[in-house]
């Protein structure tokens, strides 16, 4: 699947929106939540974590690199100023040690991205988020920088 980013829907969107707000949408799920919610059933994702993980995160790895000429469109735009990582995080199907291993460092590749082109992220939390209120003050800063 090719996601990309589509400018003349965004200005469509943005006009539709006004002065009422800032026009935003979702970036596609980060690659373990895409694996784990979208792709393979959860419990499939999970045995096949522990017992393929090399597999599993070179497949992570290409999701990932996929991403890359959407994000590129989107930081070049020059339109955008607010995303969501539509992660819909729960701590059910997200354990800190995997928080820690999958979530962290693609939210801070690809939160630095944005900051870089002065946008803000922010991401979908849903459900049971308690375990992962300590990583709160450790996460990137997803504001821009000016």
């Known amino acids: 699947m090719r996601h990309t980013f589509g ?3 965004f200005a469509q969107g943005s006009a539709y929106i ?3 707000g800032e026009p935003q949408f ?9 694996l784990a919610q979208l792709w393979m059933r959860f419990e499939d994702f999970i045995y096949a974590l522990a017992d393929h ?15 890359d000429s959407l994000y ?3 930081t070049g735009a020059g339109v ?12 059910h199907l997200t354990s800190p040690r995997y928080f820690e291993t999958y979530l962290i460092p693609f939210y801070e590749k ?9 946008i803000y992220s922010h991401v979908h939390l849903d459900g049971y988020y308690r375990p992962f209120l ?4 450790d996460l990137p800063s997803t504001a821009s920088r000016r």
Do not use: C, W
Request: hydrophobic letters at 35%.
């Open 72 to 74: 590129e469109e989107v």
């Open 110 to 118: 690809r939160a630095g991205q944005l900051r870089q082109a002065s």
């Open 53 to 67: 993980r090399e597999a599993i995160e070179e497949t992570m790895r290409v999701i990932d690199e996929s991403y």
């Open 134 to 137: 300590p990583y709160l003050k």
């Open 26 to 34: 979702f970036l596609p799920k980060s690659p373990y939540q895409a």
């Open 80 to 91: 955008v100023k607010i995303v969501n990582f539509g992660e819909n995080l729960h701590a």
């Open 18 to 20: 006004g002065d009422r």
């Open 7 to 9: 400018r003349g829907r």
